[in-house]
């Protein structure tokens, strides 16, 4: 694991709290205003797959799931989603466990009697089927979850100044050429270089790489201190663009004790097989990589199985 792929999981925790402690109350007045307006609370206390209530002041182990969601307008469903990344974080064992979903894996949806892509979770129900359905896919909780639309990638994009990743390919998208080596992406062309897939030899396992590194340089751009100056932007992008079950109160929780597990961690990818169904294909995962997956899980959040 790379100190810069460390850093993902620290941003998305720490970044809002750098930027009010770094400008003041004003700041600080704004990112809660912020957080009030994002915040949506799943239809429930706490996931029936948890016996008690979580204590983050203990330290408790929590998970929390990443939806990059592609939300484009027109669109009569509530939108896929592109990217779906489950973290375990357990303090007391100082690690973090990080499990990437291919969005075209075969699972069952709650409410619906045939198996689908675990993507069109959300376009059928929004989060609570997606939570939902990722829950009993993997049978761990989801206590937390964060979801991004995919299109405000753009406008986080320029509102940061742009940013820079390592190419591996060099690449030609939507009309648009991305050369091999360190490149410089604005808001369109970091769009594109998160979503070209069937151009990429790892098909959706190469882009889930690119829309983390992607979403990697992003945070770490938005959280430096010469972004304060842009504070405005971002925080509207973030208003527009990102819900969450998270309170400002939670995250200072989680960034106060969950921390100390950021050096420490372990990916995983699902293994399995693609499949052709009825013409559509579909990546069917290795039921029992699957089941020793979700024991590594259980004992990670320290839940008697």
């Keep these: 694991m790379s100190d810069k792929m460390k850093k993902i999981i620290l941003i998305l925790m ?11 109350g004003y700041v600080w007045s704004a990112a809660t205003s912020a957080f009030g307006s994002i915040q949506e609370n799943l239809d429930r206390s706490k996931s029936e797959k948890r016996l008690e209530e979580l204590n983050l002041d203990e330290g408790d182990p929590i998970s929390v799931l990443l939806m990059g969601v592609d939300e484009l307008e027109g ?12 973290l375990t974080i357990n303090p007391n064992q100082e690690s973090i466990q990080m499990v990437s979903i291919p969005r075209d894996t075969l699972v069952d949806i709650r409410g619906y009697v045939t198996k689908d892509k675990i993507s069109h979770a959300h376009a ?27 299109e405000s990638f753009k406008d986080t994009v320029d509102a940061v100044g742009g940013i820079e990743v390592e190419n591996d390919q060099e690449f030609t998208f939507h009309e648009m050429h991305y050369p091999e080596g360190t490149i410089k992406l604005d808001g369109e062309k970091a769009l594109g270089y998160a979503r070209m897939r069937h151009l990429d030899p790892d098909d959706d396992f190469g882009r889930q790489e690119r829309q983390r590194e992607v ?91």
């Design 124 to 150: 059928l129900g929004g989060r609570e089927t997606a939570v939902y359905t990722v829950e009993h896919f993997l049978d761990v909780p989801v206590d937390y979850y964060v979801k991004v639309n995919m």
């Design 75 to 86: 669109r009569e469903d509530l939108g896929r989603s592109d990217t779906m990344i489950l």
């Design 215 to 305: 979403m990697e340089a992003v945070m770490e751009k938005g959280s430096s201190i010469s972004s304060l100056t842009n504070f405005n932007d971002i925080l509207k992008v973030v208003e527009d663009n990102v819900l969450t079950n998270l309170s400002l109160g939670e995250l200072w929780d989680i960034y106060s004790t969950y921390n100390v597990a950021i050096d420490q961690i372990e990916q995983h990818e699902l293994q399995g097989e693609d499949i052709k169904k009825d013409g559509i294909y579909y990546f069917s995962p290795d039921e029992e990589e699957l089941a020793s997956l979700s024991t590594k899980l259980k004992e990670h959040l320290e839940l008697e199985d």
């Design 14 to 24: 720490t970044s809002a709290l750098v930027l009010v402690v770094g400008a003041g």
